[in-house]
């Protein structure tokens, strides 16, 4: 799963890459819940960045209430079943998009302790997941907005021995396969969906602060690497 991730990232080395008139690159941009709905870059199917709300809400679903319920199942998207269920069904036929990040958080559990992870790219300074997006109406604004949720696939070696519960982790796409991951026919579609290659992510573990719901956690430190030694660890 992935529910927080970073975006340390200036948007000069997005520019060069990629096309966009105007983007929202959240300043500062270390750690990003997911259950807080934060509008966030992904690439569109024509190359551009655009923003998207985090937390797919099916364009049929058209209650505020259900709405509100709904973004956060949208999260994550299991890429086996994403194709058949209702929830996801529309957006992955239509609208294969990819999400921007620096890295991500994960958690190990050693008995009654979770120990977070901060995992990213050894030696890109973008990591990419593959996702996808729908449209629907914000009942609050009358917007038509975007939002978008990120395809999970099952760990790698890495994050099987640091996500060792779930063992899963998001799809992760190389940057040479960004583009036909984005025109490809939906039959085609998951063979970008599987586990990241071994020697592509590294990990270190983080600051256990970040356990705590009351901390803020969009600074610097979060993705600090710090070192644990036995009896120091927090509860989650």
Known sequence: MCFSYSINISSEQL???????ELILPTPAFHFSGFDHPSLPIINQHLEIENAQWGLIPNWCKETEKQLRLRDLGLNARAETAFEKPMFKTAWQNNPIVIIASGFFEWQTKGNKKIPYYIYPKENKILYFAGIADH????????????????????????SEIHNTKKRMPVVLLENEIEDWLTSNESLRNKWCKPAPENYLTAHTVD??????????????????????DGQMELF
């Open 15 to 21: 520019q060069s890459k990629f096309n966009f008139n």
């Open 136 to 159: 629907f109406i914000d009942n609050e604004s009358g917007h038509n907005t975007c939002s978008f949720s990120i395809l999970t696939t099952r760990a790698n070696d890495l994050l």
């Open 208 to 229: 256990s602060r970040i356990n705590k719901s009351s901390v803020h956690k969009n600074e610097a430190w979060v993705i600090e690497s710090v070192q644990y030694h």
